[in-house]
């Protein structure tokens, strides 16, 4: 509906169907066609004629795969120890898509500020960004090609296959030497009825039957839902400075090597709790810190 005309009437445009693609990858001649296609349809099959198609440029960042587990909240839990490298705390692991070769992690949650209500993720260029790429500011591509950003690189993601295995291997290995403790204090023959020895023994193997039981489940999902890269896209690269050697004052001369990149909220999942760092069930937390301006940051 467009705005009232001088005279005070309202006037209706035509139902607008708008298609997104990929400004460097589609021709003129193909949107056209494309949208004659699309017209010629709705002519035919359902008589619908007052009706536009219009393309435009899109970027967009994937919403697929499975979410970022909440930091596990008590010692108790039977995952604490292999999870963190998929949790929404501090400390992600992340790679690239252009190359799961590299491995890093992501430093800080930035709140991106304006009017803007997104999540950035700071760290290093080098992780962001391959290096054979030239040493120039890089920013979002055009055209939705972008550079996206994956929890876990390839040798992280087997890496932490293999700590779930391991875990399970000692978890099995506790549960078989709890039952043949178990067994030998009934045979024994001087065996002296201790309840709260007893019991302690049996909490302990029902706490090691459901760390074992958690684990294999943990396992199975990984490997079902997160091995895709696809599946493992975090967000995509924002904003990234040339790495620069000697920066600061004469007195200072530190290296900048630092980039940006927006995160998929949904991929936080429901328990991001912010800047947060996980010690083991104990929790240090910060702000997130507003990211002002993209033409100066910082």
């Not at 296609?37 to 004629?49: C, G, N, P």
């Not at 996206?148 to 978890?171: C, M, P």
């Not at 895709?228 to 050697?245: E, N």
């Not at 760092?277 to 702000?287: G, H, K, P, Y």
Request: charged share 25%; glycine share 8%; aromatic share 6%.
């Amino acid at each position: 509906m467009s705005p009232s005309g001088d005279d005070g009437r309202t006037f209706v445009s035509p139902v607008t169907i708008w298609i997104g693609v990929c400004v460097e990858s589609t021709a003129a001649t193909v949107a056209h066609d494309a949208a004659m296609d699309i017209l010629k349809f709705l002519s035919d099959s359902y008589e619908i004629t007052d009706i536009d198609v219009d393309f435009r440029g899109s970027t967009y960042v994937r919403t697929v795969g499975p979410e970022l587990l909440p930091p596990p909240r008590s010692k108790f839990d039977p995952l604490l120890a292999v999870t963190p490298p998929i949790t929404s705390a501090l400390g992600v692991h992340i790679s690239t898509k252009d190359d799961v070769q590299t491995q890093g992690t992501m430093a800080l949650y930035l709140a991106e500020g304006g009017e803007k209500d997104g999540i950035l993720g700071l760290s290093c260029r080098h992780v962001l960004v391959p290096s054979s790429e030239p040493n120039v500011p890089i920013g979002a591509r055009d055209g939705g090609l972008s550079r996206d950003i994956l929890v876990l690189g390839k040798v992280a993601f087997n890496n932490f296959l293999e700590s779930i295995k391991l875990d399970i291997h000692v978890a099995e290995s506790k549960i078989r030497g709890l039952i043949e403790a178990q067994t030998r204090r009934k045979a024994a023959a001087n065996h002296v009825v201790d309840a709260a020895k007893d019991k302690a023994l049996q909490i302990e193997l029902k706490r090691s039957e459901e760390k074992e039981k958690a684990l294999h489940t943990l396992l199975d999902t990984i490997e079902k839902d997160w091995r895709a890269r696809d599946r493992r896209v975090l967000g995509s690269v924002l904003f990234a400075p040339p790495i620069t050697l000697g920066a600061g004052s004469s007195n200072e001369m530190y290296t900048e090597d630092w980039g940006v990149f927006r995160i998929d909220r949904e991929k936080l999942g429901p328990g991001f709790q912010g800047n947060v760092l996980d010690l083991a069930s104990t929790f240090v937390c910060f702000i997130i810190i507003p990211f002002l301006s993209l033409s100066k940051p910082f």
